[in-house]
């Protein structure tokens, strides 16, 4: 049975701007399944480009801006996307039809995983009236060995995203939903290893944002440990 285990809660939330917040787990390690995830907005009234919007777990206290004992992570867009308006301003989605893969980053190496998957994930770039849902899922197998599973999951701009708030409510329901949640969809690395280090020991998670202006709003951030 899947519930909350960790919990941030801001009253009017936190900004990034070109930095990472990093919060370890209670639980370390002791974990096989986890999600982690966060409920956003980006404070933006243009469309963006060279964007590298990251979600992703770490081991100890240092993540993918630095040098790592182990960092795991997917982008929102592919790294340095331009983006765009979906419809009307301001929902921001990925320009052209580019893929995105994970990554891991150990010590001063990145490698990426996975191949290049078509689709056009979205958020909101109002961060007063809409928020949206960006969650992260990992099945971590055997210790030692170099298969994983890791879906990143998100509102889609040509699957019918809608410029609609997401609730904490909606947040919490959903960190909890096993599979893919109503509205949400996935993209999954399923049948690739690890390609750098596969201890596995990763005991925090992260969120990185990789501009000065405009700042990334997060308004709650959460894990949820399924087993």
């Known amino acids: 049975m899947a519930y909350i285990v960790e919990q941030f809660v801001g ?3 936190i900004q990034l701007a070109n930095e ?3 919060r370890p787990f209670s639980f370390g390690t002791n974990w096989s399944v986890i999600r982690v995830g966060i409920r956003m907005a980006i404070n933006a009234y243009s469309a963006l480009t060279a964007i590298d919007f990251r979600l992703g777990v770490c081991t100890g206290s240092v993540a993918s801006y630095g040098s790592p004992v182990d960092a795991l992570w997917f982008p929102l867009w592919q790294q340095g996307a331009s983006l765009t308006y979906a419809g009307s301003p301001p929902t921001q989605a990925q ?3 580019l893929g995105t893969v ?3 980053r150990v ?3 990145s490698s990426g995983i996975g191949s290049a998957t078509v ?3 979205a958020c909101s770039s109002n961060p007063t009236t809409l928020r949206s849902l960006w969650f992260m899922q990992i099945t971590k197998g055997t210790v030692g060995a170099s298969a994983f599973n890791m879906d990143s999951l998100y509102r889609r701009s040509d699957g019918g995203f809608s410029s609609t708030d997401a609730s904490r409510g909606d947040f919490l329901a959903y960190m909890e939903t096993s599979g893919t949640p109503a509205t949400m969809f996935a993209l999954s690395v399923t049948t690739t290893g690890l390609p750098l280090r596969t201890v596995k020991d990763w005991n925090s998670m992260f969120v990185a944002w990789p501009r000065s202006t405009p700042s990334l709003c997060i308004y709650d951030m959460a894990v949820v440990r399924f087993s």
């Open 95 to 97: 320009e052209s039809s």
């Open 20 to 22: 990472e917040v990093i």
């Open 119 to 121: 689709l056009r994930p």
């Open 11 to 13: 009253d009017k939330g």
């Open 107 to 109: 010590g001063t190496t």
């Open 102 to 104: 994970g990554y891991q």
